[in-house]
């Protein structure tokens, strides 16, 4: 088979920059197709906080068309690499004005005003960036509303140029951030007045990115099968749902992987101690180490519950606050690590210094996150909804039973009983019932070792969401050169 030249245009990619999972699954997907054998390749805005990474400047700056004329701004290379060799050039489109801020897509006063401009010429700069290269990439994935402007390009300013021919697959990662801006931001995008663009992005008024980009990508994928038939109905289609309908057998599900090299607690260097499914005897370790970082009593016998998370009502987070009392009480001890919602981090951080048995984190700490995971027995996840969802699988991975509800790629992953807890219905009353359900199987060691042993065994890794990405660009770029009357006896 042909290898696939594929360009990956995201706003995040991990270590260069994180917000969420989205940035774990650009850091992992390319790296996993590389492996595979094909051309891949990233770009991404350089943003202040990956300017401590390793990059060098390319020579000459890329002009990016923008209103009457055009803007300008630097590409510098990097690469994301793995231990076993595979690696992938990222280019960094570098502009101060747009990119060198505090935040990602925003600070503590919140979302930066500016974002569909800012994502805009990511998107067209994606385009422009393979001109520059001389790529002409088979397929264009765009993840979420930030480059959803890149399909509805190659349908429009780019018909009957080279790079057209490029497929593209979009990934919606969370239904939840659509890019909604006033029809009066189209001319902040930077992009010629066109009535099919104009007619793409409009919605019900206003401009919405995902709609165009669910409207105009070849190939639409969701990051697990039951987030796939959750999307396409009223209740999951956050305003969407009849959008998605219309691209039928178009919409697909390909369940996320996860990084097995930065998530294995055989090498983890973030935590006190190493194990394997087969001896658990450095999770011990890693539990006692956890209890005392955060100021819990160091107690072996008391299960620790975990929870990572932004927190924002997705996360159902709320119902974690309305239990607290009643999860104090199960004697259990409780170790929190997010940021979000100003008044659930206050809740936590009340908690923390009232209660002997709850210890909070605010903030984003990338090693805490690991500690927690090979440190604690059981991690809660009581999403209101749930895309793909990475934490529940790291969790598996550590032996660190998840209680999920059951609801996106949480249904997908665990299995009751056996690989993690679920509960079904969006209460405090259901979350507690589950934890005290796991808090009993916990007092069984032979039982919760069991389901620990089996929850590590599982295959999580991105080679078979590798595998099935390929079969969908194959798919993707047949059906863009027959749309374009170019099928030609080439098997891809
Ligand atoms: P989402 O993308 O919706 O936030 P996922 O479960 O897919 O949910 O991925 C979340 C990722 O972000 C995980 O890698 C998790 O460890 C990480 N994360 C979330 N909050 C924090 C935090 N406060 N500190 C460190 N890592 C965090
Ligand atoms: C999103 C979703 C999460 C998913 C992640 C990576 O942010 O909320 O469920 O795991 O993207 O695909």
Not at 198 to 221: E, M, P, R, W, Y
Not at 224 to 235: D, F
Not at 370 to 391: K, T, V
């Amino acid at each position: 088979m042909p290898r696939l030249k594929i360009l990956f245009s995201l706003p995040e990619c991990f270590p260069f920059a994180k917000t969420g999972g989205l940035g774990d699954v650009g850091g992992a997907l390319p790296i996993a197709l590389a492996a595979r054998g094909h051309d891949v390749r990233v770009v991404m805005p350089r943003y202040r906080v990956t300017r401590k990474f390793e990059s060098k400047p390319l020579a000459g700056p890329l002009g990016i068309p923008y209103g009457p004329g055009t803007l300008w701004t630097g590409v510098r290379r990097g690469q994301l690499s793995s231990k076993r060799g595979a690696v992938v050039p990222v280019y960094f489109l570098d502009h101060d004005g747009l990119y060198d801020r505090e935040g990602v897509y925003g600070d503590a006063r919140g979302g930066y005003g500016d974002n569909t401009e800012r994502y805009s010429v990511l998107s067209r700069g994606s385009i422009e960036l393979c001109r520059y290269l001389g790529f002409e990439p088979d397929v264009i994935h765009v993840h979420d509303w930030p480059t959803c402007l890149v399909p509805v390009l190659l349908d429009t300013v780019e018909q009957g140029t080279a790079l057209a021919r490029a497929a593209s697959v979009l990934t919606i990662h969370n239904m939840g951030y659509q890019g909604w801006s006033s029809r009066d931001s189209y001319s902040e995008m930077g992009l010629p007045f066109s009535p099919e663009i104009l007619g793409a992005l409009d919605l019900n008024g206003q401009l919405n990115l995902l709609k165009a980009g669910i409207l105009h990508s070849t190939i639409v994928s969701t990051v697990s099968p039951n987030y796939a038939r959750e999307i396409q109905t009223k209740e999951g289609g956050e305003g969407l749902d009849a959008f998605l309908r219309m691209r039928g057998g178009d919409v697909m599900g390909v369940l996320n992987g996860i990084d097995e090299e930065a998530w294995n607690p055989e090498v983890d260097p973030h935590i006190a101690a190493n194990f394997s499914a087969e001896d658990l005897s450095g999770k011990a370790v890693c539990k006692a180490a956890l209890q005392r970082e955060m100021g819990l009593p160091e107690r072996p016998d008391v299960p620790v519950i975990g929870l990572i998370s932004r927190l924002v009502g997705q996360k159902g987070v709320d119902l974690v606050v309305d239990a607290l009392y009643q999860l104090m009480a199960t004697g259990a001890q409780f170790v929190f690590l997010g940021s979000g919602d100003k008044s659930i981090e206050e809740v936590f951080q009340r908690a923390s210094l009232s209660t002997p048995n709850v210890r909070a984190f605010i903030g984003m700490n990338e090693g805490l996150a690991h500690r927690i995971e090979a440190g604690a027995d059981l991690f809660l996840m009581p999403s209101r909804y749930e895309p793909c969802g990475l934490n529940q699988l790291y969790s598996q991975r550590y032996g660190t039973l998840p209680i999920v509800r059951a609801v996106g790629g949480l249904e997908d992953t665990v299995d009751n009983g056996s690989t993690g807890f679920k509960f079904h219905e969006l209460s405090s009353e259901a979350l507690v019932g589950t934890v005290r359900w796991a808090l009993e199987t916990y007092a069984e060691p032979a039982l919760f070792r069991s389901m620990q042993y089996r929850a590590m065994q599982k295959q999580s890794g991105w080679s078979h969401a590798a595998q099935q990405y390929e079969a969908l660009y194959r798919f993707a770029v047949r059906k863009r050169r027959r749309a374009l009357g170019q099928v030609r006896a080439v098997r891809l």
